[in-house]
């Protein structure tokens, strides 16, 4: 598992765009699969997003799909988030994880970053 740090969070009006990143700052992540994850709420953490090392494939859930990005960028060593189009339902604190596996799963009790608070509100 590696240290990451996730930043770039803030208040959003409905219908606004925020880019998150999740930096490493010791291993390389270019060779691993990263996820984005989210707490709402209410809610259990849930998978976002993740993107393949290998071959940069992507996924999305499809809550966000259409409306979501990630993307990275090996020489600054950052995965990116970026979000558009947001609704009150994607407040919740997001955080990114690695390594994940094929299925874009990573153990709850594994360590976590302490995420980066996204609020949707007008």
């Known amino acids: 598992q590696l240290h990451l740090v996730e930043s770039g969070g803030g208040l959003v009006q409905p219908g606004g765009s925020l880019r998150l990143s999740c930096s490493s700052s010791?291993?390389?992540?270019?060779?691993?699969?990263v996820g984005w994850f989210r707490q709402t709420p209410g809610n259990a953490r849930e998978v976002v997003s993740c993107?393949?090392?290998?071959?940069?494939?992507?996924w999305y859930r499809d809550s966000v799909k259409g409306r979501f990005a990630i993307s990275k960028d090996n020489a600054k060593n950052t995965v990116y988030l970026q979000i558009n189009n947001l609704t009150a339902e994607d407040t919740g604190v997001y955080y990114c994880?690695?390594?994940?596996?094929?299925?874009?799963?990573?153990?709850?009790?594994?360590?976590w970053g302490p995420g980066t608070q996204v609020t949707v509100s007008s």
């Open positions: 994880a690695a390594p994940v596996d094929a299925d874009c799963y990573y153990p709850e009790e594994e360590p």
């Open positions: 010791g291993s390389t992540l270019d060779d691993s699969d």
């Open positions: 993107i393949d090392a290998s071959d940069g494939s992507t």
